[in-house]
């Protein structure tokens, strides 16, 4: 009994600086389906791996304490490679103009389309998913994070490049305020900045959903890192600079792993046992 009890207590405040929770209040109000299946999903995926512990190191025990992990991309890692490709779309002004999803039984949301502080990548060619995918699985601290939190494998369901600009003309409006994002249950998001970021500068900020107050600052060159973003309250403020991001939305699978692309406005999978097919787009 004491144990179940723990384990309710865990599920509503899992990180020990994190006093409230407000995705705990959003996913038992929502009467969503789609939910349901995404657990249904994860049920089923660790049922098959129920033998499956994998070893955890300082970082994995760091992560699964506070909800995050954080490092920084070396010159020559191959992420920096997404900044260049990001930068030629942008110069070339191949960018994302329409509100749009390109995979069907997605869900989508159009405030993020519409979002005017933001210039994003239309379309990442299969190529560069793989090789995300490949990095991933490759980065021995990220891998060994994901899979002692999903306790089964994974898959990559959307990937985002993106420009945040800058306010100091002070005419655009859609600042990132705090939130949490409602993904399903288990979802992970890999964020990587562009630059040199302090606690004046942050690249983002988690904080209380109580009082507000910052409660940790994502700071240093380049930052990468790996959170839980439905449970973590964050905020973006207004870069000092155009700060160019990366994206990463990562989902427990049972089979499939070939990497999804939804698209710059786009969330995830409706139905994970549902097949993604292309929308037909003019
Ligand atoms: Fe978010």
């Known amino acids: 009994m004491k144990s179940f009890l723990k384990k309710i207590y865990k599920f509503s405040f899992p990180y020990s600086f994190y006093k409230f929770n407000p995705y705990y209040t959003h996913f038992f109000s929502q009467k969503n389906l789609s ?22 190191f300082r970082y994995t025990k760091f992560f699964l304490k506070n909800g ?34 390109l995979l069907t039984n997605f869900t989508s949301s159009k405030v993020a389309a519409s979002a005017d502080s933001q210039i994003h990548v239309s379309i990442i060619p299969e190529k560069i998913m793989e090789e995300v995918d490949d990095y991933l699985r490759k980065n021995k ?43 399903p249950h288990k979802t992970l998001k890999i964020m990587a900045y562009k630059g040199i970021f302090s ?11 109580i009082t507000h107050k910052i409660e940790h600052s994502i700071t240093g060159k380049d930052p990468i890192f790996i959170f839980d973003s439905n449970h973590l309250y964050h905020k973006a403020d207004f870069p000092i600079k155009d700060r160019d991001t990366i994206e990463i939305v990562i989902q427990p699978t049972i089979f ?13 999978p409706l139905n994970p046992f549902k097949k993604n097919f292309r929308n037909q787009i003019n």
Do not use: M
């Open 141 to 183: 601290k990220f891998n060994n994070i994901i899979l002692n939190y999903f306790k089964c494998d994974y898959r990559i369901v959307n990937l985002r490049l993106w420009r945040y600009l800058s306010n100091h003309k002070k005419k655009l409006n859609s600042n990132v305020g705090y939130h949490y994002d409602s993904f």
């Open 256 to 268: 499939k792993k070939t990497p999804l692309h939804g698209g710059y406005g786009a969330g995830y």
């Open 35 to 56: 939910f349901i299946l995404h657990i249904l999903r994860l049920f089923f995926a660790r049922l098959l791996n129920i033998f499956f512990f994998p070893p955890q």
């Open 68 to 101: 995050f992990y954080k490092t920084h991309l070396k010159k020559n890692e191959y992420i920096q490679n997404l900044y260049e490709y990001l930068d030629t779309k942008i110069a070339y002004d191949d960018i994302q103009k329409k509100d749009i999803c």
């Open 199 to 209: 606690k004046k500068n942050p690249a983002i900020d988690f904080g209380s959903a």
